[in-house]
T-cell receptor, first 111, second 114 residues
């Protein structure tokens, strides 16, 4: 079936270092969403990207949507211990279709 | 306080027994979803419902069943036919299916089959 590939699977960083997770789809996406799941919690919506080449920022988080609308990234600047969790991307392959979630990237931050 | 509730948080069942997981939302959302989450894997869609009295199979529907008799409720039954039912189950809702709406997730139910 349709898949959204997400890398890396796991990343362990020192507090203050930057972090990036990447999503790739073989199919053009109509939009992509990002979610964060804290350990023991449930996914919480962070943001949605719709336009080709779109860049959005939320404080230390920067989200990008590729020009071809087949890839996306989430970059965290100067990680903090509160950033720990699993970050999921979820792509929609055409309006009217369901979201397809990536496998997630687990972020651990050493203080 | 609007949101999605799932109960119970932890559930233990013996192998061969059917079990029903509850999901209720008071967000007035049309669309509801059930996902399964296993360690190291993303969220896999089990069933979804675009509107009351309607539902469709997701990617891993075998061994599961659902109903959508009320807009607020979307219970999931894990049947004895599900070969590996131990997992974390998440219910979600969104304003409308297939549009750009964000999905709101419940706290999840962790099912362990002994």
């Amino acid at each position: 079936g349709q898949q959204v590939m997400q890398i890396p699977q796991y990343q362990h960083v020192q507090e203050g270092e930057d972090f990036t997770t990447y999503c790739n789809s073989s199919t053009t996406l109509s939009n992509i969403q990002w979610y964060k799941q804290r350990p023991g919690g449930h996914p919480v919506f962070l943001i949605q990207l719709v336009k080709s080449g779109e860049v959005k920022k939320q404080k230390r988080l920067t989200f990008q949507f590729g020009e071809a609308k087949k890839n996306s990234s989430l970059h965290i600047t100067a990680t903090q211990t509160t950033d720990v969790g699993t970050y999921f991307c979820a792509g929609r392959m055409g309006y009217g279709n369901k979201l397809v979630f990536g496998a997630g990237t687990i972020l651990r931050v050493k203080s | 306080d609007g949101g999605i509730t799932q109960s119970p948080k932890y559930l233990f069942r013996k192998e061969g027994q059917n079990v029903t997981l509850s999901c209720e939302q008071n967000l007035n959302h049309d669309a509801m979803y059930w996902y399964r989450q296993d360690p190291g894997q993303g969220l896999r869609l089990i069933y979804y419902s675009q509107i009351v009295n309607d539902f469709q199979k997701g990617d891993i529907a075998e061994g599961y069943s659902v109903s959508r008799e009320k807009k607020e409720s979307f219970p999931l039954t894990v049947t004895s036919a599900q070969k590996n039912p131990t997992a974390f189950y998440l219910c979600a809702s969104s304003g409308q299916f297939g549009l750009s709406d964000e999905q709101f997730f419940g706290p999840g139910t962790r099912l362990t089959v002994l």
